[in-house]
């Protein structure tokens, strides 16, 4: 946890019980997941969430990510979110929270005003891109499976939206622990070396292309000219051994 956590009421741990409970009776892992983090929007008053896992990368000292469970996000507002979290910024304005979870190894939990209290998230380029993904309030939970690994996972509330506060934090972080069995399968084992390897517009690409969009799509979401879509794909095939 990123700090002391505040007291939770005994109903709020029987709503935790319940949400827990409906979540482990799923039968595959994304149907417990989405159980999971539709349960937790609830007891939050949260809009949208999403579930990744990331893979540091000795090489740019940065987090890659690929492979997005989420709702609340549609394809417009998914494609500003990627355009974000892969500006060479982010990295650093969410380095607070990369510390505090690597440091502790369990369950962190940190709202956005501690995650980038200097605002690096939004000035300049980095604040332009998060500006068109239209999020306000922000938890991030984070899960070091190792010095490398991490499953994340984000809570938010549309522009606009309050502020959450301890109590929310606290339910989100309790709830997740509950069932922090679930943020550690599903990983791709030896293939998540591959991850940071892909460069930040490959990622993109293969992040759209695991949403179901077609290449045709990707490019115009992009930009990009369709040769170069292709080209990227088959280096991501390559690298997966696809």
């Not at 996000?73 to 910024?89: G, I, K, Q, S, Y």
Request: aromatic share 8%; charged share 25%; proline share 2%.
């Amino acid at each position: 946890m990123s700090s002391e956590m505040v007291d939770l009421e005994a109903s709020d741990y029987r709503s935790i019980i319940r949400v827990v409970g409906e979540a482990a009776l799923g039968y595959e892992l994304n149907e417990k997941k989405r159980s999971l983090m539709v349960g937790i929007c609830e007891l939050v008053d949260a809009d949208a969430w999403l579930w990744t896992q990331g893979k540091l990368s000795n090489v740019e000292d940065r987090h890659a990510y690929v492979g997005y469970l989420k709702e609340g996000f549609d394809e417009e507002r998914f494609v500003h979110f990627l355009n974000a979290v892969e500006h060479p910024d982010s990295n650093i304005a969410a380095s607070r929270f990369y510390e505090q979870a690597q440091s502790s190894m369990v369950q962190t939990t940190i709202d956005h005003e501690e995650l980038d209290p200097e605002g690096l998230a939004c000035r300049g380029e980095l604040g332009a891109l998060w500006k068109l993904v239209e999020i306000g309030a922000a938890m991030l939970n984070g899960l070091y499976l190792d010095k490398e690994s991490i499953s994340v996972i984000g809570v938010f509330r549309y522009k606009g939206g309050e502020a959450f506060n301890e109590r929310e934090k606290a339910i989100v972080n309790t709830t997740l622990a509950a069932l922090d069995g679930l943020q550690r399968v599903g990983w791709p084992g030896e293939k998540a070396e591959q991850i940071p390897r892909l460069s930040p517009q490959q990622r993109k690409v293969m992040n759209l292309l695991l949403e179901g969009f077609t290449k045709k799509e990707v490019a115009e979401q992009m930009g990009l000219q369709n040769s170069t879509v292709s080209t990227y794909t088959r280096e991501v095939y390559r690298r997966f051994s696809v």
